[in-house]
């Protein structure tokens, strides 16, 4: 069993809906938890953290964390093309000290 | 402005040779990583380092070789004995001290013939 795993996609929603990312992780004791956003051919960019079960907003964008079911999810809401891209989930296990990165999911907004 | 450097954006090698790919960081982060990305893929750690003059092994270390003798320059040697290097290959630092968002460079792209 993959440590972080994401569906690959590719998750095609139209603008203006709501895209929903997911990411499970496999170390009961993880303790953050990290999206980034990657366009093709270039590096990825940190676009929202989490470290305490529940609902962070920024923005459009919603993380969400479940502990007890070792999820954590991405809305990105009034989706637009621009938000075309594939997101990387990255989890720090608890006696890690770097992040394990997911393999990531192709999203595409259909304008 | 603050962030990180990553030179050159294309490299160009032939099979045998070592390379040397340079990250600068001008944030005052405590914590450098490199990173490997083949296409459609994941990132796969390398090594990383949390403080000068120390470095650690991630998991796919082989073939490649870092060096840590600043604070702010972290450069990856990508040695004759890695099979596949031909990647794209991203550098990230972090504060360090128990905070763990990792930033990015802009990346290399290595191509070996």
């Known amino acids: 069993q993959k440590e972080v795993e994401q569906n690959s996609g590719p998750l095609s929603v139209p603008e203006g809906a709501i895209a929903s990312l997911n990411c499970t992780y496999s170390?009961?004791?993880?303790?953050?938890f990290f999206w980034y956003r990657q366009y093709s051919g270039k590096s990825p960019e940190l676009i929202m953290f989490?470290?305490?079960?529940g609902d962070k907003e920024d923005g459009r964008f919603t993380a969400q964390l479940n502990k007890a079911s070792q999820y954590v999810s991405l809305l990105i809401r009034d989706s637009q093309p621009s938000d075309s891209a594939t997101y990387l989930c990255?989890?720090?296990?608890?006696?890690?000290?770097?992040?394990?990165f997911g393999s990531g999911t192709q999203l595409t907004v259909l304008p | 402005d603050g962030g990180i450097t990553q030179s050159p954006k294309y490299l160009f090698r032939k099979e045998g040779q070592n390379v040397t790919l340079s990250c600068e960081q001008n944030?005052?982060?405590?914590?450098m990583y490199w990173y490997r990305q083949d296409p459609g893929q994941g990132l796969r750690l390398i090594y990383y380092?949390?403080?000068?003059?120390?470095?650690q092994k991630g998991d796919i270390a082989e073939g490649y070789s870092v060096s840590r003798e600043k604070k702010e320059s972290f450069p990856l040697t990508v040695t004759s004995a890695q099979k596949n290097p031909t990647a794209f290959y991203l550098c990230?630092?972090?504060?360090?001290?128990?905070?763990?968002?990792?930033?990015f460079g802009p990346g290399t792209r290595l191509t070996v013939t």
């Open positions: 944030l005052n982060h405590d914590a």
């Open positions: 990255a989890v720090k296990a608890g006696s890690a000290r770097q992040l394990t």
């Open positions: 989490i470290y305490s079960n």
């Open positions: 170390d009961r004791g993880s303790q953050s």
């Open positions: 990230a630092s972090s504060r360090g001290q128990g905070s763990y968002e990792q930033y």
């Open positions: 380092s949390q403080i000068v003059n120390d470095f």
